[in-house]
């Protein structure tokens, strides 16, 4: 009797490491479409990083897709794609899929409400971007216009129809660089928001998610340099 469970417990094991080998030995599954927010310039450019961190962990093929505002937490419900670039964790009671957050965050942003002068900065006409959910929150409580993107928001700036604007620092720094705005803002005010953006994929991805974060907190080690002994 002792000798047949003995015997059962050992086979047990070898099917269980047998299960284990086999599993390792998958290849990572790859996701197909991931979404991003098109309305911004420096969205496509990080889309463009995004995909050269998937490509050197073996997922060459992973299709970016720029979708406006809400409409990737939709594609991502419906399947339709598979993962969300970045996003601040605030979205999270909106998905109604399993996911996984990519543990590294892929930027971290400070958004403030920007506006022409100090006197101004307490009232006058301002608008925010449709989509963005921390401009959204603070833009329907205080009365803002709504914009399909960051281009047509700083257009409404720049042409008078809105004396300030919600946006993360560097959305205004890239604006001026790219001559969508003639000048910095004069006011900037207090930080609205200050946290970090972060990757999203489907669960059955969680892999591919490790992997990505890897390649993410090597990037921050390389960016800042050898550390200090």
């Not at 284990?20 to 463009?48: H, K, L, S």
């Not at 060459?60 to 809400?70: D, E, I, K, T």
């Not at 989509?131 to 329907?140: K, R, S």
């Amino acid at each position: 009797m002792l000798l047949s469970r003995v015997w059962s417990l050992v086979v047990l094991v070898a099917a269980l490491q047998a299960a284990a080998c086999v599993a390792m030995a998958q290849p990572m599954r790859c996701p197909q479409r991931i979404a991003f927010v098109d309305n911004d310039p420096a969205t496509r450019r990080q889309a463009d990083e995004m995909k050269a961190i998937y490509a050197r962990i073996g997922c060459p093929g992973v299709a970016f897709v720029g979708l406006p505002g809400r409409r990737g937490v939709v594609a991502f419900n419906s399947g339709e794609v598979q993962g969300e670039l970045m996003r601040l964790p605030g979205v999270e009671p909106e998905y109604t899929r399993a996911f996984v957050r990519v543990r590294s965050p892929v930027v971290h942003v400070v958004g403030r409400l920007w506006a022409r002068d100090e006197a101004q900065a307490a009232s006058g006409a301002f608008g925010f971007v449709l989509g963005v959910i921390w401009q959204e929150q603070y833009g329907h409580a205080h009365g803002g216009t709504g914009y399909h993107g960051q281009t047509e928001l700083m257009r409404a700036y720049a042409t008078g129809l809105i004396d300030r604007f919600l946006a993360e620092d560097p959305a205004v720094a890239a604006a001026v660089k790219d001559g969508r705005l003639p000048a910095r803002p004069a006011h900037a005010g207090p930080p609205l928001v200050s946290t970090s953006l972060h990757h999203y994929l489907g669960v059955e991805y969680a892999a591919a998610a490790a992997a990505v974060a890897t390649e993410l907190e090597r990037q921050g080690l390389d960016a800042a340099g050898p550390a200090i002994q």
